[in-house]
């Protein structure tokens, strides 16, 4: 028990010290101003530089983020500036609590995070409680694998991902091997019994064998494990290159068109020009 402590205190540091993590999901603190724009030909990236220093927030804009905006913005609240232009031009924005990342729809990844001591039900309420996990994003735990399946902008997935090596190194692992344990062992009658949990007292005199799985047996299984989660990042690795080459398509009609329905609505809420 003595020794169990440490670790417990381990985790728990992680997890305070994680605390500010919570505000990973939360959408920026926007200025209680309205935000208004007038765009004549502007570029788009320096249209979002400009709008986040408005706010007092850092970005990132990605180098991919290209073309030219004309529209007319009077009076919004900042975050329904930000999500009308994303929404016209194909983009998607990440805010984790210090930085407000905008890529393009195209550029969302895939990811599998695997897990090997702390339990994926546990992970998955762990980044509810922390705010982590956004219901923009997916999110597929496969609890019966201890993997995760994460799909999102490149921020979003190392999250995620620096999450589950922190609280996995943390986790007693000692305790998790022990609860894998099978005993075999022969009470006072004789008879072969056989459980997860230590055997009684009085069957520990007479037979008590703990079957764990062996060094070769947790080097295939965890061969095998990484084989299939390699295989399976390949098949993400080419599914992402075929939806970005769709999206690019869609993006660049969505945006040729999403232009003048933006200013059409901007002009019908703004009225006339100043």
Same mark, same amino acid.
């Given at each position: 028990?003595?020794?169990?402590?440490?670790?417990? /205190?381990?985790?728990?540091?992680?997890?305070?010290?994680?605390?500010?993590?919570?505000?990973?999901?939360?959408?920026?603190?926007?200025?209680?101003?309205?935000?208004s724009?007038?765009?004549?030909?502007? @570029?788009i990236?320096?249209?979002l530089? #400009?709008?986040?220093?408005?706010?007092?927030?850092?970005?990132?804009?990605?180098?991919?983020?290209?073309?030219?905006?004309?529209?007319?913005?009077?009076q919004?609240?900042? #975050?329904?500036?930000?999500?009308?232009?994303?929404?016209a031009?194909?983009?998607?924005?990440?805010?984790?609590? %210090?930085?407000?990342?905008?890529?393009?729809?195209?550029?969302?990844?895939?990811?599998i995070?695997?897990?090997?001591?702390?339990?994926?039900?546990?992970?998955?309420?762990?980044?509810?409680?922390?705010?982590?996990?956004? @219901?923009?994003?997916?999110?597929?735990?496969?609890?019966?694998?201890?993997?995760?399946?994460?799909?999102?902008p490149?921020?979003?997935? @190392?999250?995620?991902?620096?999450?589950?090596?922190?609280?996995?190194?943390?986790?007693?692992?000692?305790?998790?091997? %022990?609860?894998?344990?099978?005993?075999?062992?022969?009470?006072?009658?004789?008879?072969?019994?056989?459980?997860?949990?230590?055997?009684?007292?009085?069957?520990?005199?007479?037979?008590?064998?703990?079957?764990?799985?062996?060094?070769?047996?947790?080097?295939?299984?965890?061969?095998?494990?990484?084989?299939?989660?390699?295989?399976?990042?390949?098949?993400?690795?080419?599914? @992402?290159?075929?939806?970005?080459?769709?999206?690019?398509?869609?993006?660049?009609?969505?945006?040729?068109?999403?232009?003048?329905?933006?200013?059409?609505?901007?002009?019908?809420?703004? /009225?006339?020009?100043?």
């Open positions: 028990m003595k020794k169990s402590k440490p670790l417990r /205190g381990l985790l728990a540091a992680s997890l305070l010290g994680l605390a500010t993590f919570g505000a990973w999901a939360a959408p920026p603190s926007w200025s209680a101003t309205p935000f724009y007038y765009a004549v030909n502007d @570029d990236a320096e249209v530089r #400009g709008f986040a220093a408005s706010q007092g927030i850092p970005v990132v804009v990605s180098d991919k983020i290209a073309g030219k905006i004309n529209a007319r913005f009077n919004l609240p900042p #975050g329904d500036f930000l999500q009308q232009l994303v929404t031009y194909g983009l998607v924005w990440y805010y984790d609590g %210090q930085v407000l990342y905008v890529y393009r729809a195209d550029e969302m990844r895939s990811r995070v695997k897990l090997n001591f702390y339990p994926v039900a546990r992970f998955q309420k762990t980044l509810q409680q922390l705010g982590i996990l956004d @219901d923009r994003f997916t999110f597929k735990p496969v609890a019966d694998e201890g993997i995760v399946f994460v799909s999102g490149q921020p979003f997935l @190392d999250r995620i991902e620096e999450m589950g090596k922190t609280l996995d190194a943390s986790f007693p692992v000692k305790a998790t091997a %022990q609860a894998d344990a099978v005993y075999r062992w022969t009470d006072e009658t004789g008879r072969v019994n056989y459980s997860s949990e230590p055997p009684p007292e009085t069957a520990r005199a007479i037979k008590t064998l703990a079957i764990e799985p062996t060094a070769a047996g947790r080097a295939t299984g965890a061969v095998e494990m990484q084989r299939r989660i390699e295989d399976y990042n390949r098949y993400l690795q080419a599914l @992402d290159g075929i939806k970005a080459s769709n999206a690019g398509l869609n993006a660049k009609a969505a945006a040729n068109s999403g232009v003048g329905a933006l200013v059409a609505q901007t002009a019908t809420a703004a /009225g006339p020009k100043p």
